[in-house]
């Protein structure tokens, strides 16, 4: 990637080819950093074919039950490409030749659809859970982390690593939960948004934040306070 900094400075990172990254690895800041380092100008991907056959398997369960089979599940050299849990049942994506996403639906319970008229029903009407105008947060813990016990309405994602929050419960409470499991928890939309969208940071941590910020954009030129009021 390349990027127009504070300084008026054209700045590269990485390359085009994989693993040939040296140091700190600024692209992956770039990625977290929401403009407030500098302006991106170009950005290299990568990019994989579409698998030849993609199948979701169904099954229903509890969430003790579903994180502990996804943790489980993601151990093995499945063509697991997706794990959520919807609050009744956990959908499992397959991925990869037919041979072998097959003679893995065949042996899992539950029932089987293919992925893309999923997502094609889902681009029509999205997820009625995303639907609702409660606050919704958006919880980033270790994967095996139990359910959290939070009031409201919950949905699994990434294997059990992101966790939807829909309802109510104060700032203090989601955060707190996060935190304790060693995660971090954002306003992701709805609720007061007067004070940090985004999960406070650690002393520690803040310093380093200013310092880079310093770093790049020594002015304060690129979007202050989007992530919090100091930067």
């Given at each position: 990637m390349?990027?127009?900094?504070?300084r008026?400075?054209?700045l590269?990172?990485?390359?085009?080819?994989?693993?040939?990254?040296?140091?700190?690895?600024?692209?992956?800041?770039?990625?977290?950093?929401?403009?407030?380092?500098?302006?991106?100008?170009?950005?290299s991907?990568?990019?994989?074919?579409?698998?030849?056959?993609?199948?979701?398997?169904?099954r229903?369960?509890?969430?003790?039950e579903?994180?502990?089979?996804?943790?489980?599940w993601?151990?093995?050299?499945?063509?697991?490409?997706a794990?959520?849990?919807?609050?009744?049942?956990?959908?499992?994506?397959?991925?990869?030749?037919?041979?072998g996403v097959?003679?893995?639906?065949?042996?899992?319970a539950?029932?089987?659809?293919?992925?893309?008229?999923?997502?094609?029903?889902?681009?029509?009407?999205?997820?009625?859970?995303?639907?609702?105008?409660?606050?919704l947060?958006?919880l980033?813990?270790?994967?095996?982390?139990?359910?959290l016990?939070?009031?409201g309405?919950?949905?699994?994602?990434?294997?059990g690593?992101?966790?939807?929050?829909?309802?109510d419960?104060?700032?203090?409470?989601?955060?707190?939960?996060?935190?304790?499991?060693?995660g971090?928890?954002?306003?992701?939309?709805?609720?007061?948004?007067?004070?940090d969208?985004?999960?406070?940071l650690?002393?520690?941590?803040?310093a380093?934040?200013?310092?880079?910020?310093a770093?790049?954009?020594?002015?304060?030129?690129?979007?202050?306070?989007?992530?919090?009021?100091?930067?």
């Amino acid at each position: 990637m390349r990027l127009l900094n504070g300084r008026a400075e054209v700045l590269r990172f990485g390359g085009e080819v994989m693993k040939n990254v040296a140091g700190y690895d600024l692209s992956r800041l770039m990625v977290g950093a929401m403009g407030t380092l500098g302006v991106l100008l170009d950005v290299s991907v990568k990019v994989l074919p579409r698998p030849p056959v993609e199948i979701t398997v169904r099954r229903p369960g509890s969430p003790s039950e579903v994180i502990e089979a996804m943790n489980r599940w993601a151990g093995r050299p499945l063509p697991l490409s997706a794990a959520a849990f919807d609050g009744e049942h956990l959908h499992v994506r397959l991925s990869g030749t037919e041979s072998g996403v097959r003679a893995r639906a065949a042996s899992s319970a539950g029932s089987r659809r293919r992925w893309r008229r999923l997502l094609a029903a889902a681009a029509r009407s999205p997820h009625a859970f995303f639907q609702s105008g409660l606050p919704l947060w958006r919880l980033s813990v270790p994967a095996a982390t139990r359910p959290l016990g939070l009031p409201g309405k919950e949905l699994i994602d990434w294997g059990g690593a992101q966790r939807w929050l829909l309802g109510d419960a104060p700032a203090g409470q989601v955060r707190g939960a996060a935190a304790a499991a060693g995660g971090h928890a954002t306003l992701f939309r709805g609720g007061d948004r007067s004070g940090d969208v985004f999960h406070p940071l650690a002393p520690a941590v803040a310093a380093l934040h200013r310092r880079l910020k310093a770093a790049f954009d020594p002015d304060h030129l690129f979007n202050c306070g989007r992530l919090y009021a100091d930067l």
